[in-house]
C-alpha cells in the first residue's frame, strides 16, 4: 500500500512541477512579442499646423506598412479590429483620426481640437501628415482607404513625397465625392503602381469602382467583386458585415501578400 501512496505523490508532484525551461522561455517570447505589437499613440503634424491622432500598430519584420484611413463619420477606431488582423498577417499599419469623421466607431480625437472647413477635401493634409511619417519609417508603403478616403488615396498616390515609396493602393467603395466628377478618375490614370479596389454589394457602387480602376495604367489591378459587401472598409468587419467578411477578408489578404511576399 505504501508503494502506491508514493508511486501517486510522485505522479502528483510530476504534473505539478513548474514549466521546463523551454516553456518559460517560450512564454517569455509570447509576452516579448505582444508588448512589441501593442497599439502606439501617435501625433502628426499636418502641412498647414492641424495635430493628426492616429493609433501605430506594429509587427515583428513587417512584410510593408499600411496607411489606414477612415469613412466619413467615423475615426481610426474604424481599424480596432482590422488592424491586428493585418499585424497577424506581417502588416505593420498606421490608422489615424482625420479631421473630417465622427464617433461612428469611437471618438476622434482630431475633429475634438479642430475648428476649421469639413469637406472632404479638407482631410488630404492629415493623409500628407500620415505618409510623411510612413516614409520616415522605411518601408513600402500601402495606402488603404474607406469611402470618401478612398477616393483621397489616387489623390495622395500622386504626390511628389509618394514616389518610389507608395507601393500600392487599396481602396474600399471609392468615388467621385468631390465637386469635380472626373477628380478621382483623372488622378486614377496616373497610377501605376498595383491596384485593389472593391465595394458595396451594389450596382451604384460597383459601377463607380470599376470607373475609377479602370482608369489606373497599372498593370496590377484588381476590382474584386463581393458576393456580400457593404460600404467602406467595414466590409471586413464580421459584426457589421457577418455574412460576407471571411471571404473578403481572403481577397484582400490574397492581393496584399502576392505584392508582398
Not at 502506491?4 to 517569455?28: M, R
Not at 482631410?123 to 501628415?129: M, R, S, T, V
Not at 474607406?146 to 495622395?156: G, P, Q
Not at 459587401?229 to 471571411?246: C, E, M, R, V
Amino acid at each position: 500500500m505504501r508503494s502506491w501512496i508514493l508511486a501517486g505523490a510522485t505522479l502528483l508532484a510530476a504534473c505539478n512541477a513548474a514549466p521546463s525551461v523551454d516553456n518559460q522561455q517560450a512564454l517569455v517570447n509570447e509576452s516579448e512579442n505582444a508588448r512589441a505589437q501593442a497599439p502606439q499613440a501617435v501625433e502628426l503634424k499636418a502641412p498647414d499646423g492641424v495635430t493628426v491622432y492616429g493609433a501605430y500598430y506594429p509587427a515583428i519584420a513587417p512584410r510593408a506598412l499600411i496607411l489606414l484611413f477612415h469613412q466619413a463619420g467615423s475615426s481610426s477606431a474604424e481599424y480596432a479590429d482590422i488592424a491586428p488582423r493585418l499585424q497577424r498577417e506581417g502588416f505593420a499599419s498606421l490608422a489615424i483620426d482625420q479631421r473630417v469623421g465622427g464617433d461612428l466607431y469611437g471618438a476622434n480625437r482630431t475633429m475634438a481640437g479642430y475648428r476649421g472647413k469639413t469637406d472632404y477635401l479638407g482631410a488630404l493634409p492629415d493623409l500628407e501628415a500620415a505618409l510623411a511619417w510612413g516614409k520616415a519609417r522605411g518601408l513600402p508603403i500601402v495606402l488603404w482607404g474607406s469611402s470618401y478616403s478612398a477616393s483621397l488615396v489616387f489623390l495622395l498616390a500622386n504626390a511628389a513625397d509618394a514616389k518610389g515609396s507608395v507601393r500600392a493602393v487599396v481602396a474600399f467603395s471609392p468615388g467621385e465625392y468631390f465637386n469635380d466628377k472626373k477628380m478621382v478618375e483623372a488622378a486614377a490614370a496616373k497610377v501605376t503602381v498595383p491596384v485593389f479596389v472593391t465595394s458595396a454589394s451594389t450596382m451604384e457602387e460597383e459601377a463607380e469602382a470599376k470607373a475609377i480602376i479602370s482608369a489606373t495604367p497599372s498593370t496590377d489591378r484588381q476590382q474584386y467583386v463581393p458576393r456580400t459587401g457593404i460600404h467602406g472598409s467595414s466590409t471586413l468587419n464580421p459584426a457589421k458585415n457577418p455574412g460576407g467578411a471571411d471571404e473578403n477578408w481572403k481577397a484582400v489578404l490574397a492581393f496584399l501578400k502576392r505584392v508582398f511576399p
